[in-house]
Each structure stands twice: as C-alpha cells, then as structure tokens.
C-alpha cells in the first residue's frame, strides 16, 4: 500500500471528523471540492429504475419462483441493483438498527474517538486516509466493523455504547446472511446452473464486513461527494438506506440516475467478485453518493466478501466458444482492491483476460 502522508495540512485536517468541519462551514475545506463538479445538480438528477423483489417468492416452489428468478437475473444483468422486499426481516427490528446508528453518529465526538481506527487499519471510527496529495477526499464519517470471521473482530473499536448496538449488530448480519444464502442459490439457478455454483466459491469462511454512515449536510452539493464513484470489492452488498433522504446514485450507460428510497426494502447490488464469478453477466454497479445541502443522511451498509483463501473465477459452465472467459482467477480480491481504487483505476480492470 502506498505510504500514508502524515505531515501535510490535508493529515491534520483529517484529525476532524467531516461532522466537525460540517458546523457553521460555509465552504468545506479544498481537499473535499471537485473543481470539475459532479456532473450536476444532485436533485437533479433522473430516477433509476431499479427492479423491486419479492425474496419470499424465490424461495417457494411456486410458479411465481420461476418469473421471480428470470426478473432477479434480468436486474442483476442490467443496472446490477435491485429492492427486495418481503426479505424476512422485521420493520420494528430495522428501525432499531437505524436507531442505534443515529445513537452512535450523535455521540460527543470524544466518547466516538474512542472507537476510532488505527491509521493503518479498516475498522474503526473514521474517514478517508489519504495516500497522496492529490486525493480528492468524501464528505463522509464512518464506522467499519468486521464482523466474520469472528477471529478478524476488532471489540476494541465496537461500540459499547449504545448498549444495544453490539447485539444489533450480529443479529442484523445473521439475518443478512439468510439473505445473502437465498439471493446466491437464486442467482445461480436464474442462470440454470446448480444452486451451490457460486456459495461453493464463496468458502468456508467468507468475510462479512459492516460500514456505518454519516454524510453531513454539506454547503456545496454540486462540488462534493459523499462517496466517489466505485464498485464494491465484495460479492454482494446490502444497504439500508436512510429513510428520507436520498443520495445514493448509481451510473448505467454513462448516466448518473438516483436510487430511490423505498422504506423498509434493502437496496441489494451485486459487487466485482459476483460480477468475476458469473463471467460478466451479472455487472457490478458504479455508484456514489451525493451530498444535501440542509439535512444529514445515515445508512448502513453490509459487504458479503469470499474467504480470502478462496478461489474466485468464473463459473465453468457459463464458459464455451461463444462465451469465452473474460476474467482471470484470483484470490484475495478485497485485500489487493484499495491499491487500485486509490491510484484511481477500476480495480475489476486489472482482472480482465
Ligand atoms: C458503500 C456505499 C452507499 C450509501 O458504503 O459502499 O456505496 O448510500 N454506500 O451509503
Ligand atoms: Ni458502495
């Protein structure tokens, strides 16, 4: 990884959290403006149409499964998004995860310091780090926590307070990965391939990573992000999007639309190892996030990632004359993904035969 610059004005300003600099700002610091704009007026910006799920029907035995599976396969193909609902997950048990974010993001700053990363470290309270001094920086606060495997855990940096938000944590992520269980099988028996095709590739002891979010409001939406532009490194991404304000979008032929809220639906993406396993039918999505002038948005994001020792590559069957393979095997594919990303290259790219 390349050095971290320590001794810049960029390094002190980042002992702030965006949540300090946000208070009374109005023009956030340089390292945070795109002089070339996002494009935009975030408000502005068209609605994806994303595909809508029904996860109760995938399960069943119903003809109703069959035109479930060929609508997940024809939204994973296209935008790489969709909202499922009737997930299995309760209402009351979402707003208590929403609840212990808030909980948490509006601690005092001292006592979240407290569960603050290491520099050189992924877990813990934060922001960017920044590699060089050319970074363009998001407007964005951050809990990373790594949940699985369960010898990775970092308790030093989990909350303990609220005193919920440990237990709400490894129940959300048990209940994801239910999910997570359903949409795998799914996703290979929507490409007629056996159920276990891509869970196989997923390991014995996959990485189930956590990310807490705050964006502040910020004074100039049309000159910040709040999360640059990315693929996620995972297999599959699960977001619970703030209830009522939006600001994630996602990019499909070369535009920026918007990803609607739909409360109590888990916004679902498909992330670079899903998109390498199916060889390039399923796409992982390039997507940010947009910043709010007036209100605070929080979200919480969960990333299902292979075991490290596993090895990823496209499936098999879905290679022949017609359908060469387009990407290469790997291992440890999150590991090798921020060298990439901070150097401004798609990492995906750097797996292409
Ligand atoms: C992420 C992400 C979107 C959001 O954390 O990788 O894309 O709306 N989050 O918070
Ligand atoms: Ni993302």
Redesign the pocket.
């Known amino acids: 990884m390349a050095a971290v610059v320590s001794s810049s004005a960029a390094a002190s300003s980042l002992a702030k959290a965006v949540q300090e600099l946000a208070i009374n700002t109005s023009a956030p610091p340089e390292k945070y403006i795109r002089k070339e704009g996002i494009g935009g007026s975030p408000s502005e910006f068209p609605y994806l149409d994303i595909p809508v799920l029904d996860l109760s029907l995938l399960n069943s035995s119903s003809p109703e499964a069959e035109e479930e599976l060929k609508r997940l396969r024809l939204a994973f193909s296209s935008c790489g998004y969709c909202q499922a609902i009737n997930h299995g997950i309760d209402t009351s048990f979402l707003d208590e995860v929403h609840d212990v974010t808030r909980e948490f993001f509006t601690l005092p700053m001292e006592e979240k310091k407290k569960y603050s990363r290491d520099a050189d470290d992924i877990d813990g309270y934060g922001n960017d780090t920044v590699y060089s001094e050319k970074q363009t920086l998001d407007w964005n606060d951050r809990l990373y926590l790594n949940v699985k495997p369960e010898n990775k855990r970092k308790m030093k940096v989990w909350p303990e307070n609220p005193t919920t938000f440990r237990k709400i944590l490894l129940d959300l992520t048990a209940k994801l990965e239910n999910v997570n269980e359903i949409l795998f099988k799914a996703m290979a028996k929507s490409l007629g391939l056996e159920e276990n095709s891509f869970l196989k590739q997923y390991g014995e002891d996959p990485i189930v990573l956590s ?1 807490f ?1 705050l ?1 502040p409001p910020c004074p100039t939406p049309d000159l910040v992000l709040a ?1 640059k532009a ?1 693929g ?1 490194a995972s297999a599959m ?1 699960y ?1 619970l ?1 703030d209830k009522q304000v939006e ?2 979008q996602a990019l499909k032929d070369d535009q920026w639309y918007k ?1 609607p809220i739909i409360p109590n639906a888990i916004v679902v993406n498909v992330g670079d190892q899903v998109e390498i396993m199916s060889n390039g039918i399923f796409k992982s999505p390039i ?1 940010r ?1 947009v910043t709010n002038p007036e209100r605070e ?1 929080m ?1 919480i ?1 969960v ?1 299902f990632t292979p075991d490290p020792t596993s090895e990823v590559k496209p499936v098999d069957e879905l290679i022949d004359e017609e359908n060469p393979k387009l990407y290469k095997s790997v291992i440890d594919y999150t590991g090798n993904y921020f060298k990439f990303f901070q150097l401004g290259k798609r990492p995906l790219d750097a797996l292409k035969v």
């Open positions: 990310r979010n964006y999360a990315h996620d991404t977001l999007q600001g994630l990803v997507h996030v948005r979200t994001a990333f």
